[in-house]
């Protein structure tokens, strides 16, 4: 996917995916990137809020899945 940023320059974004049965309601992703991730009110597993990181948040949202203790979210070109 390819979006612009406010200059017009054309920016790529990452999709977020997220595995939901892999969850194990650690908290690590939604309290780093709280803009992409919340907490299902349920079963406290995560939810995506946004299905692409923004060019300008992509290493935000790396870092959120990177702390993921059972790597429930992946980012994709």
Do not use: H, W
Request: proline share 4%; net charge negative.
């Amino acid at each position: 996917m390819v979006n612009t940023n406010e200059e017009g320059q054309l920016m790529g974004t990452k999709k977020i995916t997220v595995f939901s049965e892999r969850c194990i309601a650690a908290g690590n992703c939604y309290e780093i990137a709280p803009k992409y991730f919340d907490q299902d009110p349920d079963d406290g597993t995560v939810l995506r809020l946004r299905a692409d990181a923004e060019a300008g948040d992509e290493s935000l949202v790396a870092r959120a899945a990177a702390t993921c203790p059972v790597a429930a979210i992946e980012l994709a070109e």
